[in-house]
């Protein structure tokens, strides 16, 4: 999803770069001219005009068919909204439990605990490979391997550090999963970097991240994040607001790709005294210009933090006309509500993958063949210019006519 406005501004900018590379003395000039010419045509909004009557006519009915292709799209993701909010009913006792077990409240049963999954492990033969068996020797050594008779032996769903195997008597002292939304968001890639060292004890507090929907719609929706008592604010719950619509714009329609953010609201943070963990203080020594004095000044300035999120950024003024402001501010509040969809859509669903490491994100694996895709070329561009830097000549078939 995109912003309303960056829809409209997009449509204005060509997303195509072409770069042509004028080389005179590979005798490629003419080709290059031409392709100049071809690129222009193209990007020219004559282009259209330059064709037979007949054939404007039948583009005109071409663009009634894609607009009528647009509306039902709307429809699409309307439905698909409305859909989400219907089935997030059905999520939510599964979601409360899962807040439960996790802050401790409740204790899961031997048949709730019941996962077999990771039990074992598929070889290259196909062929099921016991769990490994963890010794504890008399002497409290552990070792991994076989067994034998003198030797206690218990067995283990996966291999585990020998330090973590020795006896936990403590294991009954210990309340839920402590640093569990901690650990998901170190292990979500689009938050992480806004987990700052200094924020990571706080949110430790975090007990439970839901997602709210305004009504049926499923468009307008709250991030909720429910904080156990700590020793910097005195909220319960800290909320992140979005305001998001689905409509197709009469007046510049094709740009449209699915519900667009109108507005973002975070809430008031009550912070114990000394506690802001989104300002720090700076000391700074200033020097008089005539009696040649120094004092030293403190100033409160900006902190970068996680919770510098709960405040949003501002939408582009309407009215505006300075195109860099707008096109910044564009862009943080996309990345703000990508963070958000990111949160609504991945993390919070599927929270338990995040905190065990298993989560895969759909865009890593994007980057990563773009990442090849992008070797290639550049190994293709190397031997073009080995090729020219020998003198080679194209054999005579492969010459452009």
């Given at each position: ?8 501004k ?9 770069k042509?590379?004028?080389?005179e003395?590979?005798g ?6 031409d392709?100049?010419?071809y ?8 282009f ?33 909204a ?12 599964l ?37 490994k068996?963890?010794e ?8 991994i391997g076989g ?6 032996k218990v ?12 006896a936990?008597k403590?294991?009954t ?46 468009l ?7 904080f ?26 094709f ?16 912070w114990?005294k ?7 203080t ?6 008089h ?9 403190t100033?409160?300035?900006p902190?970068?933090?996680?919770f510098n ?5 501002a ?9 860099d ?7 943080t ?16 669903p ?33 031997k073009?210019a ?16």
């Open positions: 999803m995109a912003t309303e406005a960056s829809s409209k997009k449509s204005k900018v060509s997303t195509t770069q072409v042509v590379i004028d080389d003395e590979s490629d000039v003419a080709l290059v001219e392709l100049r010419a690129l222009k045509d193209k990007a020219d909004p004559s259209v005009k330059s064709l037979p009557a007949s054939v404007q006519r039948r583009i005109k009915a071409l663009k009634q068919l894609q607009l009528e292709y647009t509306k039902v799209q709307q429809e699409f993701f309307t439905e698909m409305a859909l989400e909010a219907k089935y997030s009913v059905k999520y939510r006792p979601l409360d439990r899962r807040s439960d077990i996790v802050a401790g409240s409740y204790e899961p049963t031997d048949k709730e605990c019941e996962w077999h999954l990771d039990d074992t492990t598929i070889d290259d033969d196909d062929s099921a490979v016991s769990p068996i963890v504890i020797k008399e002497d409290g050594e552990t070792a067994l034998s008779d003198d030797m206690q067995s283990v769903e996966s291999s585990v550090d020998a330090d973590d195997t020795v936990t403590n294991e002292d210990q309340v839920g999963i402590p640093s569990f939304w901690l650990t998901a968001f170190r292990n979500a890639e689009l938050l992480t970097d806004m987990v700052k060292e200094h924020d990571e004890p706080l949110l430790q507090h975090l007990v439970d991240l839901k997602t709210v929907y305004a009504d049926n719609q499923g307008d929706f709250t991030l909720e994040f429910h156990s008592d700590n020793g910097y604010f005195t909220n319960k719950v800290l909320t992140k607001s979005y305001v998001v619509e689905c409509k197709v714009d009469e007046n510049d329609p740009p449209f790709e699915g519900p667009t953010i109108v507005k973002t609201a975070g809430c008031k943070i009550d114990k000394g506690k802001n963990l989104t300002v720090k700076v000391k700074k020594k200033q020097r210009k005539g009696r040649g004095q120094t004092r030293t000044i100033k409160t300035v902190n970068e933090s996680f999120f709960f405040d949003p950024p939408p582009p003024k309407e009215d505006d006309d300075d195109d402001e707008d096109y910044l501010a564009l862009e509040l996309e990345a703000d509500f990508a963070r958000a969809e990111y949160l609504k859509d991945k993390v919070i599927e929270a338990v993958l995040y905190f065990t490491g298993e989560a895969v994100d759909d865009y890593d694996d994007l980057e990563e063949e773009e990442d090849e895709t992008g070797d290639e070329d550049d190994d293709d561009d190397d073009f080995d090729d020219n830097a020998q003198g080679k000549k194209q054999p005579s078939e492969c010459k452009q006519q």
